[in-house]
């Protein structure tokens, strides 16, 4: 591809897939999340949340995404921006509070409990709108939330998740991590989908080639749009010029794409799942390691990037064999 094309040519196809108005747009967009429970515990909630902006200063727009509500009573902001109820209790509040009040809100509702002796817990998933879920930690702070509560709050936050992470720092790892899954499922679609046209043999003889070389700009894309969207909720304003700054870890992008079509080549129908999990892990390798460095000040060395994608790629393939078994029924 690169020698096709020649390194300015692909930059150029893959900087037509990199829209910083969108990311600037999704930077704005506005969110709640409602408050409410033991008085004292929502005022450390919304503390700890609205830490970590530079110089401890609190932006207006992030002050505003919480509100303490009273449950039964009208909300005094625009409903539509609400996407989740956090009820903050004591061991024994959770059970004697009738939340059963909060479902007209048609919100997902987190019910924490604050226990210092019981073990931190909470479902696997987050609830429903509409609903509850339970959840029990140790303290209210970043380490006792971040498994559960913190990861289950982003995912309630569909559409407006670079916002959140903008706005509520300590959510930061937990957005990167979702928009980093987000990615690698899409990048793994483009592959999966290439390989299955390169497999067709009149299809694939006409646009084997072409398909191959869309593919790779069209992942590459992906992961340029994962970085700036990442860091856009670490708080960094979309810059295509910093992309220059991880372009080795994008490109080890390419050598696994390049490796999967050689697989592809010599084993035909399992190559196809083999190239989605490369394009899969690859793009987990990008996002994690952008994370990594906005999070620690350095990047990962290649040990830790390779354990990564060992870790994502056994659950990537199976993903992509479940992608070709639903094709194939199709």
Same mark, same amino acid.
């Given at each position: ?7 300015? #040519? ?13 990311? *600037? +747009? ?13 008085? $004292?515990?929502?005022? %450390?909630?919304?503390? @700890? ?18 509100? *303490? ?25 959770? %059970? ?16 924490? *409990?604050? #226990? ?11 609830? =429903? ?7 029990? !930690? ?14 289950? @709050? ?5 559409? !407006?998740?670079? =916002? !959140? ?14 928009? *980093?899954?987000? %990615?690698?499922?899409? =990048?793994?679609?483009?592959?999966? +989908? ?8 009149? !299809?694939?003889?006409?646009?084997? +080639?072409?398909?191959? $070389? ?18 856009? $909720? ?68 290649? =040990? ?10 056994? #659950?990537?393939?199976?993903? $992509? ?10």
């Amino acid at each position: 591809m690169a020698t096709a094309y020649g390194a300015k #040519d692909l930059f150029k196809m893959v900087r037509s897939h990199v829209d910083t108005r969108a990311v *600037t +747009a999704h930077v704005r967009k506005p969110f709640r999340f409602l408050l409410c429970g033991d008085p $004292a515990l929502i005022a %450390a909630f919304r503390g @700890l949340l609205l830490s970590g902006h530079p110089d401890d200063v609190v932006p207006l727009d992030a002050a505003q995404c919480l509100e *303490t509500i009273v449950p039964g009573r009208p909300l005094e902001s625009d409903p539509s921006e609400a996407r989740a109820v956090v009820f903050l209790g004591r061991r024994g509040d959770a %059970a004697g509070a009738d939340l059963s009040v909060l479902a007209p809100l048609k919100l997902p509702i987190l019910a924490v *409990t604050v #226990d210092p002796d019981a073990p931190g817990s909470g479902p696997a998933a987050p609830p =429903a709108p509409g609903t509850s879920a339970q959840y029990v !930690v140790p303290a209210l702070d970043r380490e006792a939330l971040r498994g559960r509560v913190f990861a289950h @709050l982003v995912a309630c936050s569909k559409g !407006v998740e670079i =916002a !959140v992470g903008r706005r509520l720092p300590p959510l930061r790892e937990a957005v990167a991590a979702k928009l *980093t899954r987000d %990615a690698a499922s899409s =990048a793994l679609k483009v592959s999966v +989908a290439s390989a299955v046209v390169d497999h067709i043999p009149l !299809v694939g003889i006409v646009l084997g +080639a072409l398909a191959s $070389a869309g593919d790779m700009v069209a992942i590459t894309g992906i992961q340029l749009m994962l970085l700036l969207h990442v860091e856009a $909720a670490y708080g960094k304003d979309p810059d295509v010029q910093r992309v220059w700054q991880i372009l080795p870890v994008i490109g080890g992008g390419f050598g696994w794409r390049a490796l999967a079509r050689e697989l592809s080549g010599f084993v035909p129908v399992a190559g196809i799942p083999i190239k989605g999990a490369i394009a899969y892990a690859g793009t987990i390798v990008v996002g994690e390691s952008v994370t990594f460095f906005l999070e620690h000040g350095h990047h990962m060395n290649k =040990a830790e990037a390779a354990q990564i994608f060992e870790r994502t790629k056994k #659950d990537a393939m199976q993903f $992509a064999r479940d992608a070709i078994s639903r094709f194939r029924k199709n």
